[in-house]
């Protein structure tokens, strides 16, 4: 099972859109038949069934053995991710990129997607995959933020000279920086 599965064509997504398919991937997070998945959600197993097919036509869902019940051979399941990411590219870009304005939120949207296909694109099978991710909160005044920016800026651009040789190990660094709030404030 993967970490991430990256939904990148139409019919995936809408393969996995639906309420009860989704109820029927999380079941499967473990190996199961379509019987044992019925049980649990109250179902017929003809009916799962029919989830699942169309889970695993999308290659959302493998079918990971089989065995003999009452002479009949009965599928087990698994689901082919732990998460599942849709591409902002089944939507397409309405409108133009934004400027590398970088304190533009667009950019940061444009940024996001960039990163988000980046690591849907590595092989996370790898268990030597060398990678770091760094989060942490602040606050920033709104008298100090240009001098914020321009510290935040500069201890890059040091990184960037001091690491930006040909030799070694390529990397993409991204840094966003965006308001956190609660819930309720962002309504």
Not at 93 to 108: E, F, V
Request: charged share 30%.
């Amino acid at each position: 099972m993967r970490d991430v599965v990256y939904l990148d064509q139409i019919e995936q997504a809408e393969a996995l859109l639906k309420p009860q398919r989704i109820e029927v991937l999380r079941l499967l997070a473990e190996p199961r038949s379509c019987t044992e998945v019925a049980v649990e959600l109250a179902q017929t197993p003809q009916r799962v069934y029919y989830h699942v097919k169309r889970l695993v036509e999308a290659d959302l869902v493998r079918q990971v053995a089989e065995r003999r019940v009452r002479g009949i051979n009965e599928g087990i399941y698994q689901a082919a991710g732990r998460s599942y990411w849709l591409s902002p590219a089944l939507v397409g870009r309405i409108g133009l990129r934004q400027t590398r304005d970088q304190l533009n939120l667009g950019y940061l949207v444009d940024l996001m997607e960039d990163v988000q296909a980046d690591v849907a694109a590595l092989d996370l099978t790898r268990p030597d995959l060398p990678s770091i991710a760094v989060s942490g909160d602040i606050r920033v005044r709104p008298e100090e933020r240009k001098a914020f920016l321009d510290e935040l800026q500069q201890t890059l651009q040091d990184l960037f000279t001091r690491y930006g040789g040909a030799d070694g190990d390529a990397f993409r660094l991204a840094v966003a920086c965006y308001p956190k709030g609660t819930p309720d404030d962002r309504t």
